[in-house]
C-alpha cells in the first residue's frame, strides 16, 4: 500500500508564500505523475498543478506564474512553491500520484491520495 503525507498548509496573509511537501511512502516499485489539487468550500476538486516522471509540467491558468511544482525523485516527494497568494487560494490542497507498486510479490498500478492540508490566505 502506498502512504502519501502531506506537510506546509496553514494561514497566510494576501501576497505571501507557503510551500506545500507531499512524501510517498511504501512498496513503491515507480511513480508516474505527481500533482496537487485544491478543493474550496461547495466546489469541486480540481487540479492545481503536475509533473511527470520525465520532469513535464502542467498548471491551472489562475496560478502560472505564481506556483511551482517540483519533485525529487530520491526521496518520492513532490513540492509546491505558492508565490504572490490570493484570497481564492483558500482551499484544501491534496496531494495525488500514480504508478506501480507491489504487494506479496504481484506488481500492481496504484493511485492514491493524500488527507489533504488547509491552506487559508486571509488578513
Known amino acids: 500500500q502506498v502512504q502519501l503525507v502531506e506537510s506546509g498548509g496553514g494561514l497566510v496573509q494576501p501576497g505571501g508564500s507557503l510551500r506545500l511537501s507531499c512524501a510517498a511512502s511504501?512498496?513503491?516499485?515507480?511513480?508516474?505523475?505527481m500533482g496537487w489539487y485544491r478543493q474550496a468550500p461547495g466546489k469541486e476538486r480540481d487540479l492545481v498543478a503536475s509533473?511527470?516522471?520525465?520532469?513535464?509540467?502542467k498548471y491551472k491558468d489562475s496560478v502560472k506564474g505564481r506556483f511551482t511544482i517540483s519533485r525529487d525523485n530520491a526521496k518520492n516527494t513532490v513540492y509546491l512553491q505558492m508565490n504572490s497568494l490570493k484570497p481564492d487560494d483558500t482551499a484544501v490542497y491534496y496531494c495525488?500520484?500514480?504508478?506501480?507498486?507491489?504487494?506479496?510479490?504481484?506488481?500492481?498500478?496504484?493511485?492514491?491520495w493524500g488527507q489533504g492540508t488547509q491552506v487559508t490566505v486571509s488578513s
Open positions: 495525488n500520484t500514480d504508478g506501480t507498486a507491489w504487494r506479496n510479490g504481484i506488481y500492481y498500478s496504484y493511485n492514491d
Open positions: 511504501g512498496s513503491i516499485f515507480s511513480i508516474n505523475t
Open positions: 509533473v511527470t516522471s520525465g520532469g513535464t509540467t
